[in-house]
């Protein structure tokens, strides 16, 4: 079975920054590139970064690039998201999410954190 927790969220003013942790149990993770997605209110949920599983790749979606960081600890089972530079349009429930690479494209598994909130304040 797998599981994955996310943490670190909270409300911040525009131009701070918060680093979201996933720390993942059950036999997912050294192998697996991990995802972040994001989903604000009346949106459809949207990919926000991902890392291949040595962590030697990274992607990001381009309203991120530039302002946020994926990482990861093997040894931790944990992947992170540092997010500078936040903006009011990053206000979101932030997922946590174990998938796969397909010709350098990132796809998803159906392995879900039950998210944690980001409000970022003007």
């Known amino acids: 079975q797998v599981q994955l927790l996310e943490s670190g969220g909270g409300s911040v003013q525009a131009g701070g920054s918060l680093r979201l942790s996933c720390v993942a149990s059950?036999?997912?993770?050294?192998?697996?590139?991990m995802g972040w997605y994001r989903q604000a209110p009346g949106k459809q949920r949207e990919f926000v970064a991902s890392?291949?599983?040595?962590?030697?790749?990274?992607n990001y979606a381009a309203s991120v690039k530039g302002r946020f960081t994926i990482s990861r600890n093997n040894a931790k089972k944990t992947v992170y998201l540092q997010m500078n530079s936040l903006k009011p349009e990053d206000t979101a429930v932030y997922y946590c999410n174990a998938g796969g690479y397909s010709r350098g494209i990132y796809s998803p598994y159906d392995y879900w954190g039950q998210g944690t909130q980001v409000t970022v304040s003007s």
């Open positions: 890392i291949t599983g040595g962590g030697m790749t990274t």
């Open positions: 059950g036999t997912i993770f050294s192998n697996n590139a």
